[in-house]
């Protein structure tokens, strides 16, 4: 069984700083791609980054410039560093481990809140 597990979530000023991890246990997982998403109150989860297993990565508009994503060399723990946050970035947000293309794991969420 694989379980994903994101934690690095809390309370920041706006034009703080945060690092989310999402740690993959599980050996029956083989790495693909990773993830990050981000749910507000009463809105879809919307797509944030993505890194896949050869170190490619891509942002939403709404984070390019601010936010980076990576993984370790074992891609067992992926990271989301978030910087210069605005309001607008509080959301829970999720990481999703693929194993392919239309398939993967999904964690628990961890709440990032921006506010003064």
């Known amino acids: 069984q694989v379980q994903v597990v994101e934690s690095g979530g809390g309370l920041v000023q706006p034009g703080g700083s945060l690092r989310l991890s999402c740690v993959v246990s599980?050996?029956?997982?083989?790495?693909?791609?990773m993830g990050w998403y981000r749910q507000a109150p009463g809105k879809q989860r919307k797509w944030v980054a993505t890194i896949t297993s050869g170190g490619s990565t891509a942002y939403a508009d709404s984070v390019k410039g601010r936010f980076t994503i990576s993984r370790d060399n074992a891609k067992t723990t992926g990271f989301l560093q978030m910087n210069s946050l605005k309001p607008e970035d509080t959301a829970v947000y999720y990481c999703?481990?693929?194993?392919?293309?239309?398939?993967?794991?999904w964690g628990q969420g961890t709440q990032v809140t921006v506010s003064s």
């Open positions: 999703k481990a693929f194993r392919d293309y239309e398939s993967g794991y």
């Open positions: 599980g050996s029956a997982f083989n790495f693909f791609a």
